[in-house]
């Protein structure tokens, strides 16, 4: 019994129908999307009372409401009190959230939701994390690839036109930049091609 395939044009058609529907999800069901970020290094710092740990980082954004950073708590054993602070470039303090070692996995990424600041794009911000009492074992942060702290900052999209130009540069700047990825992708359409110039020749 043969087996029965979907001419290769209507498989074409079916995935890029597939990419629409999953941007267009993404473009109406997605509130909070990626301002700009560190990626991690895979090593952590410890920190301790006294001694905050800063990183500071210019939104390209207006309405940033999320920041999230790496922690590791060793074991699970610390159990102590922390806290995460948002600053302007002036000092002023817009955010302060306190938060245990309850909170952090063994590594885990801890979220801190504030409500959107409304004039934030183009302005300096400093992220800082420090201990409140001292504790054994010390609590890790995640360090970025170029040094700092590894972190992720978000917006809240207000203009849905806006949105989907973000989400559409994004998508462009992350297939351009993983290599691997769009090598792939380009070697799977050119195959794709290739079929479909051969079926068409029979068919001539």
Known sequence: MSESRL???????????????SLLAA???VRNRLDTDQSF?????????????TQTFTARHDFINIVILQFKNPGLANRGEFRFSLKSEEG?????????????GDPSLVR???????ASR????AI???AVSLNEPPIGVGIGRTGGLSFSAYYRTADKKAG?????????????????FFALWALALFLLAGQGVKVIRRKL
């Open 41 to 53: 290094r895979d090593a952590f710092v410890s920190f301790s009372p006294g001694k905050p740990l």
């Open 164 to 180: 989907l130009a973000d989400l559409l540069n994004n998508l462009t700047q992350k297939l351009l930049g993983d290599k691997i």
């Open 27 to 29: 473009w109406l069901g």
């Open 7 to 21: 001419p290769w044009y209507l498989s074409f058609a079916l995935g890029v129908l597939f990419i629409f529907l």
């Open 112 to 118: 801190f939701q504030f409500d959107p600041i409304p």
């Open 122 to 125: 183009g302005e300096r911000f």
């Open 92 to 104: 002023v303090l817009l955010v302060e959230r306190s938060f245990s070692g309850y909170n952090i």
């Open 128 to 130: 800082a994390v420090e």
